[in-house]
Each structure stands twice: as C-alpha cells, then as structure tokens.
C-alpha cells in the first residue's frame, strides 16, 4: 500500500488543471501482479529505510526515488500485459463500516476516496446490499448493540456511545424504530441463558481471536506512528486501499435475497400507521412521525410543504430558516418546537439533518428527485398522499397541454439562451443548474441549449459559463433569448452593437424575466410554481413568436 499526498505545481498550473480535467490519477483506483515484484519490494524497502531517517539526503533521495517507482508502475500499464483489478466499491464500503462503524462515518466523504458519485454508489450499494449505505450502517449499529444488552454490565448509554451514536436520545429513537422495543425492554426480554457478552469481548484487542492487530495500538516510530499522525480521512483512505488489494480478485457482488424486491427510485416513501404516529420509509431508513403533525417545518422543500398544507406549517418565512447555510439559525428552528421536519437531501447536508434529528422527527428525500417524486414523498409525509396525487395528475395533464401549445405555435424544439447581464457589464450564460428556469425549458417543454451550453453545463459540471461580448454571438446563435433582469442595467445591454446585431434581437425573439418574476417562480418549486412558471413561459414566448 503507497500513501502519497499530491500537491498543485507551482509553474504551468492552468496546463495542469486542464489535465485534471481530462483525467484524475489521484483518484484512480487499480491493483495488479507485477511482472518484476522483486524490484518493487525492493524499492519499496530502501524508501522505507531512508524514511525512518529523515535527514536532507535521505529525503532528496526518498523523493528521485519515488517518480521512478511512478514511472516503472506506469510503464508495466503501458505495456499492457497484466490483468488490472477493478474494485468492488460496495464490497470494500461494506467492510469498511463493519469494521468502523463505532467512527463518526461521512458516507460523503467515503464515495470521495472511492473515487466515485454519491448517486451511484447509492443506486449500487442498495441494488447488492437492499439497502441504502446509511441504513447499512444504522443496522450494523444497532446489531451490535443488540449483543451489548444481552449483557447486564453496561447501561444503555454507554451501549449506544460504543456503538457510534451520536446521543443517548438518538440511540433510543433509532432502537425503537428497528426493533419495536426500547433497548431496556429489549434487554428485559432477552432470555437469561442468552445474556454473558460483555463489552470486552467484542473490543478488538491485538492479536485477540476475533481480529487482526490494530494499527493504532502497538507504540514506537516506523509505519504505525506514520498512520497515527494522519488526519481521520487519510485513515480512512489508507483503510479503503487496502481493502481493495484484499478485494480486488473477487469481483463478483455478494447477493442479496431483498435487492430484487425493494424499489430504486430516487425518493420511496411507505407508511404504516397507529393511533399516534405513523412510520415513514425512506431511503435513509425508517421514521417515527406523529399521526396529525401540529407544527411542520420545511428545509429547502418550503413552498412544496406549503402548497399541500399550508395551515400545518407553522414557521416564519425567514431564509435562514428555509434553507440551509453554513448560519443556519438553529435557535430560531428549536424556538417553533416542531414536531415534524421535511428536508431535502443533498451533497454535503449530513451534518445539518444529524442536528435536525435531534430536535424532531425528521424526514429526507434526495435533493435530485423529480417533482412528481418530491410532492408524493412529502403527501406521504403529511398523511395527504390523496391530495398529492391530485396535484399530481392536474400537473401532468396541464404540462401535456402546454406542449401541445408550443408544437401547435412551431416552437417546440427551439434553441434557447439563457443569459444574464449585470451592472459591470460581465454577462454570464445558463443552463439546467442554479434555478435560472432552464430545468423547465429543457427538460420539461422541449427546447434545445446552444452545443457549448449543452456540453459543459448541462451534460457537465459547470454551474454557468462566463462570456464577453465578443463571445456573445457564440452563445446566442439561438432562436429565443431569455434576458434574466436582474436591474436597470440591462438597459445599457440594449443599446449595445454587438447585442442588436444578433439575429434573435432583430427579429424580436427575446424576452426578459424580471427580479420579481424570478425570485417567485424559481426558488424551491413545487408543482403550483412550476404551473405559473409554464404559464409565464408560454405568454412570453407566444407573443415574441408573433
């Protein structure tokens, strides 16, 4: 196993940034048999040895030594005569939390090492394991704590401390919602002759029976004190690597007998219901939510939660309190008392739903659903699925309907540019992302995005492309333009040359869509806003096309 920290050159960076583009080999992951493994043990011997010795020399040579072990490792995948081993991720994730599940674990930060996106490594893991990784890891938890409270030694704090979680509140909720009992009923009802685990003997002690010696217990210098000056995540990417030189001969994936009977769409929701509360399945796992929710809060879902029930939110409208940031005023959250909170999951959220949960009930569902999919989930959610499947069909047929308008007009299937210019004069192109409305043209009404704003935006990971005037013909060699107006500014754009030479402008096919406009249909949509937005779209289009 190499650990190796790479560093951005201090020359040529903008070359190598574009490499990067093209490929990462930091995040590559592969392992073989060399065809010359005497060279490498070797190499790898006299780098050791130099290392234990830290002077200048030894250092200067520790660094020519290691491009030229790069370099014959890249020479044997040039000639193309080994058999790569490619990993099994779900595999080496899997033992990763059975090993580490006591950890504070960033499923984010795993699919990061892994080299791999979240929505992917979510869709595999539930598709070999049946479950989604954070319920893998919720079950493992909460398994060995099972084996805890067969025994009388530990309370059930100290169990649930072990066994990862986060507070002693979070254990029992948690507990209750897989088992059906407390963990002290459960450990009540656990037959005498069964109870004896302790603690002890499920600690991984070195060079105890059920493990292998630990990297972190012996003392002294060398490679165990090397791995014990390393930050949590260069652990856990040391632990990941070598779990795929053990894994890599075994790709075939573990079967599952629940896999082909659990539903992969991106947001599940089923409920089961008693006289005071309800049972909401997600993705995520399973959530004890009150039967008739008093006080709802919406996170990042606001407008969608109040276009069901707007009566059962009972929160003020205040943007920290409707999204999450960095300032997210959890006093103000706490101060509502929810008994219910519905927050979209995205990249980066764990932290700000762990704190959620400790404050009330929390339901999740993938930031990346469909709006059909968000609006059932939170129904479900609210005990209104009825209604959400009104909305629903009402939305489907009116979005139909505005197709058909379009085609009748001869607009479908135009080219469309989405700009915006600011009072600097910098002028900035959209697509799919950051809410500008192009989600709904391109994919919902059927119009196309310029070659570039396609590829780099929509099919890419850029967010938005920055363009001059010089360029701007580039990007509006379009049917339509839509000017985002966000002020007075734009009236300078007007009276531009180069603005009224193009060939939408002239002919009159573009339209703008002021401040108030934007910031009303476009934030956090739900089916009714995405309705008007429609409806503003057609009325804009329809009298520019005359």
């Known amino acids: 196993m190499v650990l190796y920290k790479p560093s951005e050159p201090p020359l040529h960076k903008s070359e190598y940034l574009h490499l990067m583009e093209q490929t990462n080999p930091f ?103 049946g479950k989604s990784p954070q319920d893998y890891l919720i079950h493992t938890r909460l398994s060995a704590a099972k084996k805890l409270l067969n025994g009388n030694e530990v309370t059930v704090r100290e169990v649930g401390e072990y066994c990862g979680f986060q507070d002693e509140r979070n254990f029992q909720r948690l507990f209750l919602k897989h088992t059906g009992l407390s963990p002290n009923a459960y450990r009540e009802n656990t037959p005498l002759h069964m109870r004896g685990e302790t603690v002890g003997s499920l ?17 002294g210098k060398g490679a165990t004190y090397m791995f014990k000056q390393m930050r949590n995540k260069t652990i856990i990417a040391a632990a990941l690597s070598l779990m795929l030189l053990m894994s890599a001969c075994d790709t075939a994936p573990p079967a599952s007998s629940e896999a082909s009977s659990l539903p992969t769409s991106a947001v599940t929701s089923q409920t089961s219901q008693t006289e005071e509360t309800r049972i909401v399945k997600t993705d995520s796992g399973d959530v004890i939510v009150p039967a008739k929710p ?18 059962a939110v009972n929160m003020d409208e205040r943007e920290e309190l409707s999204y999450f940031t960095d300032s997210y005023d959890w006093e103000g959250l706490m101060a509502l008392e929810p008994d219910l909170i519905i927050a979209s999951y995205f990249q980066g959220s764990e932290e700000y739903i762990k704190q959620c949960e400790q ?50 007009a001869g607009i479908y299937g135009s080219k469309v540019a989405i700009l915006q210019y600011t009072s600097s004069g910098a002028m900035y192109a959209y697509g799919d992302k950051l809410g500008r409305g192009g989600d709904i043209l391109f994919h919902l009404l059927g119009f ?28 509006a060699d379009v049917d ?24 939408p402008v002239q002919e009159g096919h573009y339209f703008s869509i002021t401040t108030e406009e934007y910031n009303s249909l476009f934030n956090s949509p739900s089916i009714v806003e995405v309705q008007k937005s429609i409806e503003l779209y057609l009325e804009r289009f329809q009298e520019t096309s005359k």
């Open 27 to 129: 995040r590559q992951q592969y392992g073989f048999a060399p065809s010359n493994p005497v060279f490498f043990s070797e190499e790898l011997r006299k780098l050791y040895e130099k290392w234990k010795s830290p002077t200048p020399l030894n250092l200067f040579y520790g660094k020519t030594a290691f491009y030229r072990f790069v370099y014959e490792i890249y020479k044997e995948l040039e000639q193309g005569q080994i058999r790569i081993f490619e990993p099994d991720v779900v595999t080496m994730a899997q033992q990763y939390l059975n090993e580490h599940y006591r950890e504070a674990i960033s499923i984010q930060d795993m699919c990061h090492i892994l080299g791999i996106s979240y929505s992917h490594f979510h869709r595999r893991f539930k598709q070999q394991t």
């Open 294 to 311: 008093q006080k709802v809060v919406g996170i990042n879902c606001y407008n969608i939660l109040k276009s069901l029930d707007e009566n």
């Open 359 to 408: 404050i009330a009930a929390t339901v999740t569902f993938d930031d990346n659903a469909t709006i059909e999919e968000k609006q059932l989930f939170i129904g479900q959610a609210l005990g209104k699925q009825e209604e959400a499947e009104v909305q629903i069909a009402d939305y489907q047929n009116f979005l139909e309907d505005s197709i058909q308008q379009l085609k009748n």
């Open 448 to 475: 196309k995005a310029t070659d570039i704003v396609q590829t780099q935006i929509i099919d890419g990971d850029d967010p938005y492309l920055e363009l001059s005037m010089e360029t701007l013909a580039d990007y």
């Open 203 to 219: 600690i991984p002690f070195p060079y105890n029976k059920q493990g292998q010696v630990s990297l972190d217990q012996p003392s």
């Open 480 to 503: 339509y333009i839509i000017l985002m107006q966000r002020d007075e500014s734009v009236e300078k754009l007007y009276e531009n040359g180069v603005w009224k030479s193009l060939k």
